[in-house]
Structures are given as structure tokens and as C-alpha cells.
Nanobody, 118 residues
Framework: QVQLVESGGGLVQPGGSLRLSCAAS????????MGWYRQAPGKQRELVAD???????NYAEFVKGRFTISRDNAKNTVYLQMNSLKPEDTAVYYC????????????WGQGTQVTVSS
């Protein structure tokens, strides 16, 4: 059974930081590209950042220079370090795993709420 369990969300003031974690089980983690997505109320889910199996990171323009994605294959975990948070970063943040085989498979976590407010 595949599970992606996010943690680390919460309430933070503008300018603050949070670190999200996504622990994976039931998959061969090193064979999956990993990503963080977010969905704000009334908006579509959007890509925040992803990281390849080789560790190459890709970021949405709106988080470049503020967020950092990383992975620890030994711990089957992907992280999202979020700095300089803004109120518009408020959303539910989801972890996604994308398999590199065929047919393509992907899995989602249940999400963790991030609220940026004073």
C-alpha cells in the first residue's frame, strides 16, 4: 500500500519559515520523481517545486529564491523549505510521487495546511 504522509504545515506570520516533509512508503522511493503542489481556496492545484530522481530541482516562478526542495533517499522523504512566506502562499500543500516506468503512475498525499497570516 502506497502512502505519502505530509507534515510540517501550520500557521506562520508573513516573512516566517516552515519546513514541510513528505514521508513515502510502499514505493521504491529512489525511482520516483517527487513534487510539491498547492491548492488555495477557489483555485486550481499548481506545481510549487519538483525534484528528479537525480536530484535536479525545478521551481515555479513565484517561489524561486524563497523555497528549496530536497530529498533524502535513505529516509524516503522529500522536503520543502519555505522562507520569506507571504499571505498568498496560504494553501493546502500536497506531495506527489511520479514513477519513471511505463505505464506512468503517480501518487498523492493527503495534504497539509499552510496559513500565512499576522
Amino acid at each position: 500500500q502506497v502512502q505519502l504522509v505530509e507534515s510540517g504545515g501550520g500557521l506562520v506570520q508573513p516573512g516566517g519559515s516552515l519546513r514541510l516533509s513528505c514521508a513515502a512508503s510502499g514505493i521504491i522511493f529512489r525511482r520516483f520523481a517527487m513534487g510539491w503542489y498547492r491548492q488555495a481556496p477557489g483555485k486550481q492545484r499548481e506545481l510549487v517545486a519538483d525534484i528528479t530522481i537525480g536530484g535536479r530541482a525545478n521551481y515555479a516562478e513565484f517561489v524561486k529564491g524563497r523555497f528549496t526542495i530536497s530529498r533524502d533517499n535513505a529516509k524516503n522523504t522529500v522536503y520543502l523549505q519555505m522562507n520569506s512566506l507571504k499571505p498568498e502562499d496560504t494553501a493546502v500543500y500536497y506531495c506527489r510521487a511520479d514513477g519513471m516506468g511505463y505505464p506512468p503512475v503517480n501518487y498523492w498525499g493527503q495534504g497539509t495546511q499552510v496559513t500565512v497570516s499576522s
